[in-house]
């Protein structure tokens, strides 16, 4: 059987007694999406932070690639392959579409010493591929600032990308959009799972549905339960979680 590229083990996350995470576990494979949907404060992003290593568990562990990052710092993890994208675009809007990507590539490869010096041909080759992977090939040299709604989620989504890393964590990445952007945002981060993993975040079962993926639903810092959107639709459990409000989720 294949290894998991991520594993949360029996994770316990506590804010001054209370737990925000409560013995949770999730595994992820490699190159697979997963969808994170649960009622408001049910802790998904506490349990992104915990992956991350923002938050430190008081109990479990995270495994990625095989290895116990449960206490490794932030930025280590982030080396070692994790990406997160807030809902809010991190973007630089003075900068061009191009020179986000080539920073956000660089980041990776270069040392901070060579900054402002020539941009390799490898960044460069890798900003023409991510180029094409968010479709914004024609807007390479338009300021971020520029860029609609949209376009700028991409784009981030596009530097998470070209930093290399192999596990995205995405947060709302559809939020605000409109229902054409919210389509495409789908299918980018399906054509995405070819070559990386990503955790998604989201409350819009409409965009849950588009990205025809596994569903874990989460409750109170608990996983309630996991499986494809029509089966989490027609569990009774979950409509009572939601108060009546998964009758609104849409079949698959
Ligand atoms: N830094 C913190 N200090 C204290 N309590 C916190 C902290 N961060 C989160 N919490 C609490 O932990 C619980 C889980 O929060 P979390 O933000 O992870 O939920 P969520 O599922 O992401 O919710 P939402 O969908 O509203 O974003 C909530 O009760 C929240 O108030």
Redesign the pocket.
């Known amino acids: 059987m294949a290894t998991p590229l991520l594993s949360v083990e029996n994770v316990t996350?506590s804010?001054?007694g209370?737990n925000?995470?409560d013995g949770i576990s999730l595994q992820l494979m490699p190159t697979s999406v997963r969808v994170l949907i649960?009622?408001?404060?049910?802790?998904?992003?506490?349990?992104?932070?915990a992956i991350i290593g923002h938050?430190s568990p008081a109990k479990g562990r995270v495994i990625f690639k095989g290895e116990d990052i449960t206490r490794v710092d932030e930025y280590k993890i982030v080396r070692k392959g994790i990406c997160r994208k807030f809902q809010a675009p991190g973007i630089l809007e003075s900068l061009t579409v191009a020179d986000n990507l080539g920073l956000a590539a660089r980041r990776h490869r270069e040392c901070w010493r060579s900054f402002g010096t020539r941009v390799s041909p490898e960044v460069r080759s890798q900003v023409e591929r991510v180029l094409g992977l968010i479709g914004l090939e024609e807007k390479r040299h338009s300021l971020a600032a520029h860029l609609s709604h949209g376009q700028k989620q991409w784009l981030e989504i596009g530097m998470v990308v070209a930093s290399d890393a192999e596990l995205l964590l995405l947060d709302e990445p559809a939020a605000g959009m409109s229902h054409d952007e919210s389509s495409q945002t789908a299918e980018l981060i399906r054509s995405l799972s070819n070559q990386h993993s990503i955790l998604v975040?989201d409350?819009d079962m409409t965009f849950v549905a588009q990205l025809e993926a596994p569903v874990s639903v989460?409750h109170m810092?608990r996983m309630l339960k996991e499986g494809t959107l029509e089966e989490i639709r027609n569990d009774p459990q979950i409509a009572a979680v939601y108060l009546g409000r998964a009758k609104e989720i849409p079949h698959a």
């Not at 649960?38 to 932070?49: E, I, M, R, V, Y």
Request: glycine content about 18%.
């Open positions: 996350v804010f001054e209370f925000a995470l649960g009622p408001n404060g049910a802790g998904k992003s506490t349990l992104l932070d938050v975040i409350h989460m810092g």
